[in-house]
């Protein structure tokens, strides 16, 4: 009799399940860009200056949020903003979303008049509007899944996969901290983005959903380069630091590993002095910095800290994993 060994998910990454479906998806002439970005990229007929996105995440109960203890309010916020930070990351403007709920029957109708008016804010914010979506029963957990459609000028849209030797790289606001419940009312970078891709020379973008320890990665390998990050510039949050308690190595590996700050992950073709300009306008217009916190080399197998203080370490991929116990504690 033969024996099968199942595999399970609890042994996967992210990536190797993504890869899973991948493997035999194809493409058609309407797909400019398919899995492995931010969004999905399609090319819109008689519009070649133009593109469609797509973009979907799920808010999963007690993953993502705590059913008794977050104010749906926030988690409806979060479920639609975290879409639009995919849309912002690729250089586009958000046109439409869907809206595709699964809950118990436990659930109260409050509770869902006020997710919706979460997720109504976050769209009248961004002009973004909900314009379906479906609705189905679960055992447990509460599902919500939002797709988001947007639209995105050829000439403006960033991949991750741009990232060139000696290109700086950037990134917006403070890192770490998302335990503190920062994770359920971030801003999505959408206005922020558009201003650096016309202030600069993006060559690759990614939000920081995942955390800058594995999505710094995404941008490495999706350009097959490497990288230098630099310890002591790492922004790293006030709720990062609170959380730590005053240890700064502690604090790094939440800015490090955290994930979900939406901020946005970038690299431009610029001069350290030039960047420095770009830094104090971006500064005066949003009142958050951008950092310059590493550069991109040609050697893929190198990805490093250097810290001034002690010798570089190596840099494994780290930040969020979704097959791992993990939910939130404020």
Known sequence: MACHTKKILAGLTEEEIIDLFSRNTFKTTAVHTGIGDDTAVLNIPNEPNNFLLLTQDSVVSGRHFLYEKDAPQRVGWKSLARNISDIAAMGGVPM???VALAMPESVSVTWLEQLYEGINKCALQF??????GDIASSQSEIFISVTVIGKVEAAKLVHRNGAQDGNLI???GYLG??????HLDFIPRLE??????????VSAMIDLSDGLG?????????????????????????EAQMVSAGDIEQAFHHAL???ED??????????????????????????????????????????????KSADDVYLTKGGFEHFKSRVHDE
Not at 127 to 132: A, I, K, R, Y
Not at 214 to 238: C, M, Q, Y
């Open 170 to 172: 950037c990134v917006t």
């Open 262 to 307: 939406f901020e946005l992950l970038f690299t431009i073709d610029e001069s350290v002095d030039s960047f420095h300009h770009t830094a104090h306008c971006f500064k005066e217009k949003f009142g958050i910095p951008v950092t310059h916190i590493g550069t991109i080399v040609n050697d893929v197998s190198l990805t490093i800290i250097r810290r």
């Open 177 to 182: 901290g998302s335990s503190r419940g920062k």
């Open 96 to 98: 439409g979303a869907l």
């Open 257 to 259: 590993n955290d994930g």
């Open 214 to 238: 594995k999505d710094l990665f995404h941008i490495a390998r999706a350009s097959n380069k490497g990288f230098v990050l630099e310890r002591d510039t790492i922004p790293i949050s006030e």
């Open 192 to 201: 922020h983005a558009h201003w650096l891709i016309d202030s600069c020379k």
């Open 127 to 132: 002009d973004c509007p909900v314009v379906g």
